[in-house]
């Protein structure tokens, strides 16, 4: 029949098209304006009732038939289009980032990390506290009463109090930390405190800003031979030196008694002060309602930058604080490896 042989070779001719716009150009030629299938449909007028019937029915089922083919075969094409587009335009994620971009940490950070890791490895967790003291936390319940000389050598900071108010301070060191955490929790402790503390002063060796760490243990039965295997196990640690020697000598702090100065034996040559700590004194511990007949306590605190000093051999105080970003990539370290 023609209607089937038309169809047919329409059929043929969608299969052996080569582009989206072949198949647009058949579409017309079928049902365009002038297309085949159209004319046929407007020779339906001039028939008989009888030959209108199937060849009407016919052409319906033709005109099905290669609308789907005609569909079918585009998205063939548009499903082409986009796969070569995917293929074209991927994106190599394993292209390592640009390095100039990458940032270093600060010596001071590795410093404060590696004084933790070590610590809590001993035991130790970490205590907060504020920047901004009050007069009772950084120095009365640490046994530095108003007129101890005591106050006077640490160039404190005051802010500004109302009247008859005692003025609150930036703390001068982590110890009020330590009293923080003896008023809020009940022994056995073991602490330390990190962070920033404030003292009026500025040269080579001073910023008015710098860094402490502090330990604390309050326990039944805390004695001086505790607080010296603590601390030569955290320097010999910390400076990676399992020989490394430490000499104690007597200090004063007004909250420890005994107090004691630590140097540690500096390459071979000389001795040099690192740290200072003691026994806590027994007012203190009574300032934080700790008996001091049934639990004594050990502390020590030190400088970050001091020991980083000497751990990465930075010379001057003040290049820490500079934001130098030739400083920072000479001495920070890189943060995926920490080396
Ligand atoms: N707070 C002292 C300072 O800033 C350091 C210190 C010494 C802390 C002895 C202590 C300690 O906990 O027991 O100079």
């Known amino acids: 029949m023609e209607i089937d042989q038309l169809t047919q070779r329409l059929l043929n001719d969608i299969e052996a098209t080569t582009s989206l716009q072949d198949v647009e150009e058949l579409r017309v030629a079928a049902f365009g304006k002038k297309g085949v299938l159209t004319e046929l449909l407007k020779t339906l007028g001039s028939k008989t009732p009888e030959e209108r019937k199937t060849l009407g029915a016919a052409l319906n089922v033709a005109k099905e038939i290669l609308k789907e083919a005609l569909d079918a075969r585009k998205v063939h094409f548009e499903d082409l289009q986009i796969n070569q587009r995917l293929a074209n335009e991927t994106i190599d994620i394993s292209l390592p980032p640009r390095p100039e971009l990458q940032g270093k940490i600060h010596p001071l950070s590795k410093v404060m990390d590696e004084a933790m890791d070590i610590l809590g490895k001993m035991g130790f967790s970490l205590s907060e506290g504020p920047d901004i003291e009050d ?14 000389p005591a106050r006077q050598e640490q160039d ?24 923080r955490t003896m008023i809020k929790e009940k022994p056995p402790l073991r602490i330390i405190s990190l962070g920033r503390t404030y003292r009026s002063d500025h040269d080579a060796t001073h910023t008015p800003m710098f860094h402490q760490i502090e330990g604390l243990v309050v326990d039944k039965h805390t004695h001086m031979g505790h607080l010296k295997g603590c601390l030569e196990e955290f320097f010999r640690f910390f400076f990676e030196d399992p020989d490394l020697k ?66 990465y051999g930075i010379e001057d105080l003040r290049l820490f ?18 080396e």
């Open 135 to 148: 007069d009772f936390h950084n120095f009365t319940a640490l046994n530095i009463p108003p007129q101890h």
């Open 246 to 311: 430490l000499r104690f000598r007597p200090g004063y702090f007004p909250f420890t008694e005994p107090s004691a100065e630590v140097d540690i034996w500096w390459k071979n040559s000389r001795w040099l002060e690192v740290l200072g700590c003691g026994m806590v004194h027994p007012n203190v511990l009574r300032n934080c309602n700790i008996d001091p007949e049934i639990y004594q306590g050990f502390a020590f605190g030190m400088g970050i930058e001091r020991i980083a000093m000497l751990k």
């Open 156 to 179: 404190t900071f005051y802010l500004k109090a109302g009247d008859g108010k005692t003025p609150h301070v930036l703390r001068t060191h982590t110890s009020p930390v330590q009293i």
């Open 321 to 338: 604080f500079d934001s130098d970003l030739r400083w920072l990539n000479h001495y920070g370290f890189d943060p995926e490896t920490r």
